[in-house]
């Protein structure tokens, strides 16, 4: 029996995630990086895997819980196929709330999710010296726990991907172009650029993001958000914070001052970590899809060639799950996409 053949073109985590399924289930599938895992977003340093907020609920939001209810498995089985561990652990999530009227919607928030949330996770406000881990500042008194939100090493997951491919007899191949067949463009903010340009109109836009990482030990603790800043605790005794949000940029790989804002407000805001060292900076482009969805179809014009982008700040979240709808998209012919998420969504018409 012939098993289908099908490149993936790109190693970050939406193109391995998807060759990993493809993989398992049978189709014989290539790597093409053009430079290096993780070249991309995928090689950053925050990974965080957190709910949207249980309000408001669409195709969306349900799409991204589920993928958040699959990782533990998806990235456990990964661990044991490859040898290499991801860096995944489901410790949770603390948010300090500013006022007293964000901890009523923070509480009418705790109404959704044992609502929403299937009862897999909890969304609780408490006085902020009952929170688990890291003691941080609330102007309130009181925070937000969730115990839905996980955390993942975006660069060991990667590792792990290679690794747990590599058991299953594909490996990782350097170049920029695809053999005859059926491919698909999981390439980031470049692959964006290439769409773009092909189409002659952009389909999304790159945002660079800086995020560092400090020297600090606090591997089981929750993961912090304050006010958009991901503070992730790391099984290695590192703790990751960022990132920055940049639609203008002279230069998508340095980091400035931007990011020196970042590190301050994060040592005021956590004590525990106002003397950490920082042991990295990072900054990158992450791929933005119009629809602020990832995005997956059919390459307008290209037979057999196929897309799957836009991830943004949610992709290793949504990783587990993509890949499924990719591996169906690409095996089958079909596959059961969000509203949202099909890449028609971001075409001209």
């Known amino acids: 029996m012939t098993r289908t053949q099908i490149t993936v073109m790109g190693g970050g985590i939406m193109g391995l995630s998807t060759a990993y399924v493809l993989a398992r289930r049978g189709a014989a599938v290539r790597v093409i990086e053009r430079a290096r895992v993780g070249a ?45 561990d991801p860096g995944y652990a489901r410790t949770g999530r603390v948010q300090p709330l500013a006022d007293d009227a964000a901890v009523a919607l923070a509480r009418a928030r705790a109404e959704g999710a044992r609502d929403l949330w299937q009862g897999r996770g909890e969304w609780r406000v408490i006085p902020v010296q009952d929170a688990p881990g890291m003691p941080v500042h609330s102007p309130s008194g009181y925070v937000v726990h969730d115990t839905l939100s996980a955390r993942l090493s975006p660069r060991a997951a990667g590792a792990a991907l290679v ?38 109109y952009s389909v999304g836009a790159p945002i660079k993001g800086q995020a560092a990482l400090l020297g600090a030990d606090w591997r089981n603790a929750p993961q912090l958000f304050l006010q958009g800043v991901h503070v992730i605790p790391h099984a290695d005794g590192t703790v990751a914070i960022g ?10 790989s340095t980091t400035d001052t931007q990011l020196d804002a970042i590190i301050d407000r994060v040592r005021k805001a956590v004590p525990a970590l106002a003397g950490a060292p920082v042991l990295e900076r990072w900054a990158g482009l992450r791929p933005r899809s119009r629809s602020r969805a990832p ?26 799950k993509l890949a499924q709808l990719a591996a169906d998209l690409l095996l089958t012919g079909s596959a059961d996409i969000p509203p949202g998420f099909h890449l028609a969504d971001n075409l001209r018409t």
């Open 243 to 252: 990132s920055t949000t940049e639609r203008d940029f002279d230069d998508a």
């Open 40 to 84: 991309g977003a995928s090689g950053g340093l925050v990974g965080a895997l957190a709910p949207h907020v249980p309000e408001n609920w669409n195709a969306k939001k349900a799409f991204q819980l589920d993928s958040l209810l699959m990782a533990e498995g998806f990235w456990a089985e990964v661990a044991a196929l490859g040898g290499v």
């Open 163 to 200: 690794a747990a491919l590599a058991a299953l007899g594909v490996g990782l191949e350097r170049g920029d172009s695809p053999p005859d067949g059926t491919v698909l463009w999981a390439t980031g903010a470049q692959g964006l650029a290439d769409l773009s340009a092909d189409l002659g």
């Open 295 to 320: 995005m997956l179809g059919a390459w307008p014009g290209r037979e057999g060639h196929f897309v799957l982008n836009g991830g943004f700040k949610i992709g290793f979240g949504m990783a587990p």
